[in-house]
């Protein structure tokens, strides 16, 4: 799953990668600088309006009005486009989070100890998301969940599931608002980075309070200190 991720640079450092021209978007040079994104809180979101791509600050959480239970975070990519609940936002409200990493926490003796998961080779994440559009009228109720997959390899150490992590050329074609749900899907299915694309390491349990933010938080450490 994904209960927590970092979003702390430009977002020029990401857009490079996916929209470079065909935005409205402004210039903003300076770092996002949240390296403890949670649950219950606003987000931007990149997504498709009228062929230009949008940024729109959009909550992490979904709960439609007829759902009384606690706003979901995650949606299965196994099952989301046929759900109930996620089919709607599958075929209108795809989008993409930019992510630098996101963070998992692992049974070890009789005690949770948190790891931050990121790319190797140090490029940004792209994670599929659906919410309820249009997101620039989102009114804090009805946000977004990331799609989840199923781990694989060394990733099953950490968890048995995984955000979607698409690359930069699938994310662009996922944000299409013109393609079909059934295009959506083999995305989904077929073009998340591999397993062995990422890297991990043992970090801070000060991670686990959602008020804590800070470099610090994604420093590697020894978990047996």
């Keep these: 799953m994904c209960g927590r991720f970092s979003q702390y640079n430009t977002r020029e450092d990401y857009l490079a990668y996916l929209a470079e021209t065909d935005r409205d978007i402004p210039f903003d040079p300076q770092p996002i600088g949240r390296y403890n994104v949670a649950p219950g809180t606003k ?26 239970k606690p706003p979901l975070i995650n949606a299965r990519v196994e099952t989301a486009a046929s759900s109930r609940m996620f089919k709607p936002l599958w075929q209108r409200g795809r989008a993409i989070v930019f992510a630098d990493g996101w963070y998992e926490w692992v049974m070890e003796g009789e005690k949770k100890q948190p790891y931050y998961i990121y790319r190797e080779d140090g490029q940004p994440l792209f994670l599929a998301v659906i919410g309820k559009a249009p997101f620039e009228q ?13 781990a ?13 992590a698409l690359t930069a050329e699938a994310a662009k074609r996922w944000l299409q608002q013109d393609i079909s749900a059934q295009e959506a899907e083999d995305i989904a299915r077929n073009e998340s980075l591999p397993a062995d694309a990422f890297a991990w390491h043992a970090v801070s349990k000060d991670v686990g309070n959602a008020k804590n933010q800070g470099r610090e938080l994604i420093k590697p450490i020894n978990p047996a200190l």
């Design 43 to 68: 987000v931007l979101l990149l997504n498709e309006r009228n062929d230009l791509l949008h940024l729109d600050s959009v909550i992490w959480g979904y709960a439609p009005s007829w759902w009384h």
């Design 138 to 150: 989102s009114d804090g109720q009805e946000g977004f969940v990331i799609i989840t997959s199923a």
């Design 152 to 164: 694989e390899k060394g990733l099953l150490d950490i968890h048995d599931r995984r955000p979607l």
